[in-house]
């Protein structure tokens, strides 16, 4: 269809944990109900608390990535759409979701003008983490989704990535970050030319404050940060 869909699937319903097996690239057929959504449209079970009827027809390729950007994804118009993005990882943590089952690992995608919130599966709690994305430039595909609150109101955007198989490291960091050369506090944000994103930063100074381990204030003559 032109215009992708969330599909409603309650994994606590029968039919769920034992007919289904669906992964990226299974082609179904669905017959339900359109619903509001939490955020936008989506398809339910012809009754209340129902699922809706799915037959696997086979395999096929994921359509055509949209390349998208911050900018027209604030109107939510990417949403539930395969997608593709560019940048540079800046932090790998866990959701923090244990009690739910929640086994995706949450990555913060920087593409230069702006970034994105990335959900990579399998990780469950305890799990080692892909740290090694850290700093490295790579391409991301999945489903875009919105962040919403209870208000239906967009809150931010995030892409829902199937697994690393999806993920390709163009550039690889540096094998030791403390090899770049230094910058100086003084010049850190400051106006730079075209939207590249940056990479992590060596910066040196005097440990001014230390709040347990939240993190610390780091000084020199003429400025300070938080770390």
Known sequence: CALPIWIYVNPGH????????????????????????????????????????IRVLGEAAPPKPIL??????????????????RGVIRSVEPTGTEAYGDDRARLVLD???????????????????????????????????SVFNDRRQLIGVQILCPGMG?????????????????????GLMQ???????????QVRGTVMLVRGTRGFFLGTVSNTIWV
């Open 111 to 145: 593409t230069g003008n702006g970034r994105f919130r990335v959900m990579l599966p399998g990780y469950p709690p305890g799990a080692a983490l892909p740290e090694s994305l850290i700093d490295a430039e790579v391409q991301i595909r999945g489903v875009f989704g």
């Open 166 to 186: 999806f993920v390709t490291v163009e550039k690889p960091p540096p094998a030791d970050a403390f090899t770049t050369p230094a910058a100086s506090l003084e």
């Open 68 to 85: 998208v950007t911050l900018g027209m994804n604030l109107f939510g118009g990417a949403e539930n759409a395969w997608v593709e993005s």
């Open 14 to 53: 029968p039919d769920t944990r034992t007919n289904l097996h669906l992964h990226t690239g299974s082609a179904v057929e669905v017959v339900g109900r359109s619903a509001s959504g939490g955020f936008a449209p989506s398809i339910t079970g012809l009754t209340n608390g129902g699922i809706p009827e």
């Open 191 to 201: 106006f730079r030319s075209g939207p590249t994103p940056d990479h992590r930063v």
